[in-house]
C-alpha cells in the first residue's frame, strides 16, 4: 500500500516562480521521514553521555569529534557512528537524545517527522529493547504535548547483520507493535541486498507493519527492484541511483512510490561529489515523488532546513518547486488522509500569506 497520493494543486498562491528566499524555506511547513536517530547525536550530547556513563571515546574534545566527521563512502561513515552510539545507555540516554532531535524539529517548522531507531545497534552490546524504545517513546510523547509535534517510529534492520538476528529483533519489537508504524533496512548496503531479508520483511506484513528500505543510495537499481518486488516497500529511503535504469524510472513515476532523498548526506557520503552535480531536481522534474530529508544532521552538517538551504545554494529553487518538494513530504507520510489535508492546508496558507 503506497502512501496515497493527493494531486498537488498551488492554484491561486502568488509569486510561485519567484527563487525561494531563506526565510520563505526555513518557515515552510514540512515533514521529515528519513531520519536515524543515533544519527541525530550531537558531538556536545556524546561527549556528555561519555562522560555521564564513563564511556571511553577515542577523542578529547567536541573539536576532535567533529573533526572525525571526514568520510569517503558510507562505511567510512558507519563506523564512526556505530562508535558515538555506545555512549548510549540509559532510558534517559535516548530520552535526551530524541527531545534535542525535536527541538531541532521546532525550530525548522517540522509539523511530522518518521524517525528510525536500530535497535540492533544497542541491543548487540546488552542494552534492552525496552529501554531504547521507552526513552524514545517519552520524548515522542512529550514533544507532542510541548510542542504539538506528530511523530511515528520506524524501526531499521541492520543489514550487515543476519536475517536472523533481523528476525529475533521483529519478534522482540512485537510487544510495542502498536507503538512502530514501519520496519525499515539501513547499514552497510552493497553486498547486503534487500533479498537477504524477503522472510523477515513477509513476517513484519503479516504483523501489520508498514515497510521501508534503504536502497540505491550506494548500491545498484537492482536493490531498488528488489526491495519493491521482493520486500513490497511502500518507499524507498535514498533511491538515487534510480536514475540509471530507465525503466525504474518510468515505474516509480506511475507508481509514484516515494523517494525519501538526503541531500547533505549524499555529498558528505560521496554519492555526488557537489551539490550542484545532484539529481533531486532531474527526479522531480521526471514527475518522481521526491522529497529532502537530513538522514543523520549531527554527522552530516545540517538539520532539515539546512538541506533545503544547501540546494538553495546550488540551484534556482523556486516557492512552487519548495512547495511541491514540502507537499511530498506530507503525502509520502504514514499519516491518515485527513491529517495530510490538514497539514497541506497550513502549507498553502504559509504560502498565501508569505510576502
Ligand atoms: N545509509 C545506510 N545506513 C545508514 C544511513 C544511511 O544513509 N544512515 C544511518 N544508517
Ligand atoms: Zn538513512
Known amino acids: 500500500m503506497i502512501p496515497s497520493v493527493i494531486a498537488p494543486d498551488f492554484s491561486g498562491i502568488p509569486k510561485l516562480n519567484e527563487l525561494a528566499s531563506r526565510d520563505f524555506l526555513a518557515g515552510l511547513p514540512k515533514a521529515e521521514l528519513h531520519l536515524h536517530l543515533d544519527g541525530a ?37 558507519l563506523d564512526v557512528y556505530y562508535r558515538g552510539a555506545s555512549v548510549l545507555n540509559t532510558e534517559q540516554d535516548f530520552y535526551d537524545l530524541t527531545r534535542d532531535y525535536f527541538a531541532k524539529c521546532k525550530a525548522d517548522n517540522v509539523q511530522h517527522t518518521e524517525l528510525s531507531f536500530d535497535p540492533q545497534t544497542h541491543t548487540e552490546r546488552g ?16 514533544a507532542k504535548k510541548d510542542w504539538g509535534i506528530s511523530a511515528k517510529l520506524v524501526m531499521d534492520f541492520l543489514r550487515h547483520l543476519s536475517a536472523e538476528s533481523a528476525m529475533k529483533t521483529l519478534e522482540e519489537s512485537l510487544p510495542w507493535k502498536d507503538k512502530i ?27 501489520g507493519y508498514r515497510v521501508v528500505a534503504h536502497a540505491g543510495e550506494e548500491g545498484p537499481p537492482s536493490y531498488i527492484w528488489e526491495a519493491i518486488e521482493l520486500l513490497n516497500v511502500e518507499r524507498i529511503d535514498h533511491g538515487v541511483r534510480c536514475d540509471e535504469d530507465a525503466k525504474l524510472m518510468d515505474y516509480l513515476r506511475e507508481t509514484q512510490i ?23 531536481f532531474t527526479l522531480l522534474d521526471a514527475g518522481l515523488r521526491v522529497m529532502i530529508n537530513s538522514d543523520d544532521p549531527t554527522y ?12 538553495a545554494d546550488a540551484f534556482p529553487v523556486t516557492r512552487e ?35
Do not use: W
Request: with cysteine; aromatic share 12%; hydrophobic share 45%.
Open 258 to 280: 516515494p523517494l525519501t532523498v538526503c541531500p547533505l548526506s549524499n555529498v558528505r557520503l560521496c554519492v555526488f561529489d557537489t551539490m550542484a552535480e545532484h539529481n533531486l
Open 41 to 77: 547525536l550531537s558531538p556536545a550530547l556524546m561527549f556528555k553521555l561519555a562522560q555521564r556513563n564513563q564511556v571511553e571515546l577515542p577523542y578529547k574534545s567536541i573539536a576532535e569529534i567533529e573533526a572525525a566527521y571526514q568520510f569517503t563512502n558510507l562505511q567510512s561513515f
Open 181 to 207: 508504524i514501519a520496519v525499515g533496512l539501513d547499514s552497510s548496503e552493497l553486498g547486503h541486498p534487500p533479498s537477504k531479508f524477503t522472510e523477515v520483511f513477509a513476517r513484519a506484513r503479516t504483523e
Open 127 to 142: 542494552i534492552a529493547f525496552a529501554t531504547v524504545i521507552s526513552g524514545i517513546l517519552r520524548a515522542m510523547a512529550d
Open 321 to 355: 518547486q519548495a512547495l511541491l518538494l514540502a507537499h511530498h513530504s506530507f503525502t509520502s507520510s504514514f499519516i491518515s488522509d485527513d491529517e495530510k489535508l490538514k497539514f497541506i492546508g497550513q502549507l498553502k496558507n504559509y504560502a498565501n500569506n508569505f510576502q
Open 300 to 311: 552530516f552538517g545540517g538539520y532539515l532546513n539546512d538541506n533545503y538551504f544547501a540546494l
